[in-house]
């Protein structure tokens, strides 16, 4: 079955960076534009970043832009957030998800990995 698992999560001041990865098995990970996404308490979950399948194309929400970056590896079918810069209003529960070339929702989901940032 599918698996996407995340780490890397952690306490850090604010300032400082984390990088987060998602290890992908169980699927043709080339082929699956990959996205993160967080949720902090009492908030939806918001998108973060894309990257497509062949690691050229990527987007970012406009609250990390400048400051995070997603990249892949289809070698090692993961995919990585170095984020810099933190800040406390980052602090939230960071998921990553695979949606298939061309579709529009995203079909798998990890358990997600928490990352806090203190002031």
């Known amino acids: 079955q599918v698996q996407l698992v995340e780490s890397g999560g952690g306490l850090v001041q604010a300032g400082g960076s984390l990088r987060l990865s998602c290890a992908a098995s169980g699927l043709t990970f080339s082929s699956y534009a990959m996205g993160w996404f967080r949720q902090a308490p009492g908030k939806e979950r918001e998108f973060v970043a894309i990257?497509?399948?062949?690691?050229?194309?990527?987007a970012y929400a406009d609250s990390v832009k400048g400051r995070f970056t997603i990249s892949r590896d289809n070698a090692k079918n993961t995919v990585y957030l170095q984020m810099n810069s933190l800040k406390p209003e980052d602090t939230a529960d960071y998921i990553c998800?695979?949606?298939?070339?061309?579709?529009?929702?995203?079909?798998?989901w990890g358990q997600g990995t928490q990352v806090t940032v203190s002031s």
């Open positions: 998800a695979a949606k298939l070339r061309g579709r529009h929702t995203y079909e798998y």
């Open positions: 990257i497509y399948s062949s690691g050229s194309t990527t």
